[in-house]
């Protein structure tokens, strides 16, 4: 099993910025990629940005240009550094690894962007 813990959520107002964190515990031998999903009220859980071992990143393209995924791999961490939020980008931010084929999620983290 493996155990995802997020953090650095909050509350910011528009044009600010918010750095995401998630460490992976518990069974993280054989990790693959790591990212971030988001969820807002009423809406399905879509894509925000993954990252592999390798180094290769993918984004949603409501993020590109101000959301940056980064990864340490000997801290078992993934980051979302998030700028220029917008009210749109609110939403319960889940932290999510794959590992061998089977995905894990964390508990998530609210951030909430004000106009």
């Known amino acids: 099993q493996v155990q995802l813990v997020e953090s650095g959520g909050g509350l910011v107002q528009a044009g600010g910025s918010l750095n995401l964190s998630c460490v992976a515990a518990?069974?993280?031998?054989?990790?693959?990629?790591m990212g971030w999903y988001r969820q807002a009220p009423e809406k399905q859980r879509g894509l925000v940005a993954t990252?592999?071992?390798?180094?290769?990143?993918n984004y949603a393209d409501s993020v590109k240009g101000r959301f940056t995924i980064s990864r340490d791999i000997s801290k078992n961490t993934v980051y979302l550094q998030m700028n220029g939020l917008k009210p749109e980008d609110t939403a319960v931010y889940y932290c999510?690894?794959?590992?061998?084929?089977?995905?894990?999620w964390g508990k998530g983290t609210l951030v909430t962007i004000s106009s």
């Open positions: 999510n690894a794959n590992r061998w084929g089977t995905n894990y």
């Open positions: 990252r592999t071992n390798s180094g290769y990143t």
């Open positions: 518990g069974s993280i031998f054989g990790i693959g990629a």
